[in-house]
């Protein structure tokens, strides 16, 4: 099963495109933060993830209005892609395609409850 959970802030602004047919794609990048005992020092270090993201469709509009340093939570999945770059180079590209993002709305997050994500009442259930 291919399925991944991230609860981190936005790196930066989403950047929101349209293909050919409408459909709209938003690419934003989550940095999210574990914390860790160094076994050599005895002190508490922390090491931040910034992980690729892409939603399609409702989930990417939705994505569009969040702003650099809101929390999110994202569902989806791993996926690998390559492209040949200018130089004739194939480039990969590991990102996690988005199928729910949720955003924090007020105060902290209770992490086993997520109930404090609001429903925007679309087609898709995309929180906002």
Known sequence: MNTVQILGNLARDPELR?????????TFTVAATNTYIDSATN????????????????????VSNCKKG?????????QTRSYEDSNGQKK??????ADFVGKKLD?????SNFDSFENNGGDENVPF
Do not use: H
């Open 18 to 26: 349209f293909t050919k047919t409408g459909r709209a794609v938003a």
């Open 107 to 111: 105060g902290e997050f209770d992490s």
């Open 92 to 97: 990969y590209v590991t990102e996690v395609v």
């Open 43 to 62: 002190k508490m270090k922390e090491q931040t993830a910034f992980i690729n993201c892409v939603a399609w469709g409702k989930t990417g509009e939705a």
């Open 70 to 78: 809101d929390r999110l939570l994202v569902n989806g999945r791993i």
